[in-house]
Nanobody
Framework: QVQLVESGGGLVQAGGSLRLACAAS??????????MGWFRQAPGKEREFVAA????????DYADSVKGRFTISRDNAKATAYLQMNDLKPEDTAVYYC?????????????????WGKGTLVTVSS
């Protein structure tokens, strides 16, 4: 049973920082073979792409709304992906989900993800 477990969410003031982590486990899940991504869903809105990183960590991409503020990374030895979020804004408030997909080109569409975590709530106060 593949599991992606997010952690690191919480309440932070605007301008602050948080670091999310996504730990992967599961007997048949080869973390290093998957691209990893972060999505978010604000109340009343659809889930949207935030960031993605290739299996090797050599390629990453971001939504325009977070470019320059968020950084995605991964540690294949620890089977963990991270999202460093700086200069947080109230509009970043959402449940953040970790996801695994087969290739970078598919990491922008929720329907193409193979695995999902249950999410972690990030609340940014003004």
């Amino acid at each position: 049973q593949v599991q992606l477990v997010e952690s690191g969410g919480g309440l932070v003031q605007a301008g602050g920082s948080l670091r999310l982590a996504c730990a992967a486990s599961g007997g048949i899940f080869s973390f290093h073979a998957y691209a990893m991504g972060w999505f978010r869903q604000a109340p009343g809105k659809e889930r949207e792409f935030v960031a993605a990183i290739s299996w090797s960590g050599g390629t990453s991409d971001y939504a325009d709304s977070v470019k320059g503020r968020f950084t995605i990374s991964r540690d294949n030895a620890k089977a963990t992906a991270y999202l460093q979020m700086n200069d947080l804004k109230p509009e970043d408030t959402a449940v953040y989900y970790c996801a695994a997909g087969r290739t970078m080109s598919t990491m922008y569409r929720t329907r193409d993800m193979d695995y999902w975590g249950k999410g972690t709530l990030v609340t940014v106060s003004s």
